[in-house]
T-cell receptor, first 109, second 113 residues
Framework: QKEVEQNSGPLSVPEGAIASLNCTYSDRGSQSFFWYRQYSGKSPELIMF????GDKEDGRFTAQLNKASQYVSLLIRDSQPSDSATYLCVNSIGNQFYFGTGTSLTVIP | DAGVIQSPRHEVTEMGQEVTLRCKPISGHDYLFWYRQTMMRGLELLIYFNNNVPIDDSGMPEDRFSAKMPNASFSTLKIQPSEPRDSAVYFC???????????FGPGTRLTVL
């Protein structure tokens, strides 16, 4: 049973545009969500986490959580070529992380 | 802090050989996780420890896989005997507390011929 679903992409956006990455989850008991970025050949690194309904902003990144609709999203404003990577949506339930399969983002200069 | 340390970074072995992957978590982190990543299946949790005790090993694919954590600063993941389908990147991660951010090591890329 998959806990987290993501569109695998690939998603391509031009430099300077807003990239929107989406994720849905199945467990209504889910407590928190994380977005990890993974460059090719590298390990996942944390971008943002969110616990409460609504938006959370950090620089060019905004995480959005809607528990009623069971979705979480990540917006990247003013996308840069260096943002090109795979973005992993993670659902934390208890002690465990459940990773989505990731969305591949390419920012075109 | 140096972050999570894994060794070796790359391992190439022949089918049937024993493989041992090593991990040193971030000091003070009580949780340690072993993951496997492949193109087909993405990131899969294999096993995790809390205070050196294995809590959930339901992700370990077969009896060929075993993991130990003899102390707070060291863990091993062993595959014996290895098979070509075990080829993947194996990540170790650690976290401070339940549901807290997990910090990943650089991974070990395992190739079984």
């Amino acid at each position: 049973q998959k806990e987290v679903e993501q569109n695998s992409g690939p998603l391509s956006v031009p430099e300077g545009a807003i990239a929107s990455l989406n994720c849905t989850y199945s467990d209504r008991g889910s407590q928190s969500f994380f977005w990890y970025r993974q460059y090719s050949g590298k390990s996942p690194e944390l971008i943002m986490f969110i616990y409460s309904n609504g938006d959370k902003e950090d620089g060019r990144f905004t995480a959005q959580l809607n528990k009623a609709s069971q979705y979480v999203s990540l917006l990247i404003r003013d996308s840069q070529p260096s943002d090109s990577a795979t973005y992993l949506c993670v659902n934390s339930i208890g002690n465990q992380f459940y990773f989505g399969t990731g969305t591949s983002l390419t920012v075109i200069p | 802090d140096a972050g999570v340390i894994q060794s070796p970074r790359h391992e190439v072995t022949e089918m049937g050989q024993e493989v041992t992957l090593r991990c040193k978590p971030i000091s003070g982190h009580d949780y340690l996780f072993w993951y496997r990543q492949t193109m087909m299946r993405g990131l899969e949790l294999l096993i995790y420890f809390n205070n050196n005790v294995p809590i959930d090993d339901s992700g370990m694919p077969e009896d060929r896989f075993s993991a130990k954590m003899p102390n707070a600063s060291f863990s091993t993941l062993k595959i014996q005997p290895s098979e070509p389908r075990d080829s993947a990147v194996y990540f170790c991660a650690s976290s401070l507390a339940t549901g807290d951010t997990q910090y990943f090591g650089p991974g070990t890329r395992l190739t079984v011929l």
